[in-house]
């Protein structure tokens, strides 16, 4: 079974920049898992941000940012904000099946 | 402007079948990637099921052979039968719009509720 690994919780102040992971128990994630990132506020659905590793909607910050970061795909908070204090997910794609994977989601607090 | 509205939520027992509906509007179903993802009560998101816009169909294997994804295209609306229902199915059910990539779930709907208990 394919498990994908988020950092169960982060704390950054506000101002600050602070990088979220996610990882693949299948190995490198590499752009072909087209890595997708979502920001879900409580009793909220949720929001997409970051599509096929660093691409925004016309509706993201332009604080967010994704990319590759050893091995793993990353989103990037710059100068992080009080209102995005949320749970973020991450979402890859393996192919083949094909398959769809959640991460199990970071809670960002802004303290 | 692009909306996805969910219904068909509710108390079922386990064993029983329920089906769900995601009305859309502002662009079409058929032409698009759509996808269902649930939440379990103050847990993470899970992908259950897509159906392509050539119509093929994929499910995540814990709904394998319960869960159903289809569409009706006139009334461009998705849905999801659920049937041999258990008490880990319960979850707010969310259906989404896959845009760009196969992972960009793009637009989401408000969600419903099912709950499996007896």
């Known amino acids: 079974q394919t498990v994908v690994t988020q950092e169960p919780s982060l704390t950054v102040s506000p101002g600050g920049t602070v990088t979220l992971t996610c990882a693949s128990s299948t190995g490198v994630v590499t752009s072909g898992y087209y890595p997708n990132w979502f920001q879900q506020k409580p009793g909220q659905a949720p929001r997409a941000l970051i599509y096929s590793t660093s691409n925004k909607h016309s509706w993201t910050p332009a604080r967010f940012s994704g990319s590759l970061l050893g091995g793993k795909a990353a989103l990037t908070l710059s100068g992080v904000q009080p209102e995005d204090e949320a749970e973020y997910y991450c979402?890859?794609?393996?192919?083949?099946?094909?398959?769809?994977?959640f991460g199990g989601g970071t809670k960002l607090t802004v303290l | 402007e692009v909306q996805l509205v969910e219904s068909g939520g509710g108390l079922i027992q386990p064993g029983g079948s329920l089906r769900l509906s995601c009305a859309a509007s502002?662009?079409?179903?058929?032409?698009?990637?759509m996808s269902w993802v649930r939440q379990a009560p103050g847990k993470g998101l899970e992908w259950v099921s897509v159906i392509y816009s050539g119509g093929s169909t994929y499910y995540a294997d814990s709904v394998k052979g319960r869960f159903t994804i289809s569409r009706d295209n006139p009334k461009n609306t998705l849905y999801l039968q659920m049937n041999s229902l258990r008490a880990e199915d319960t979850a707010v059910y969310y259906c989404a719009r896959v845009l760009n990539t196969v992972t960009d779930l793009d637009s989401w709907g408000q969600g419903t509720l099912v709950t499996v208990s007896s």
């Open positions: 979402l890859l794609y393996y192919g083949g099946a094909p398959n769809w994977v």
């Open positions: 502002g662009f079409i179903v058929s032409s698009n990637y």
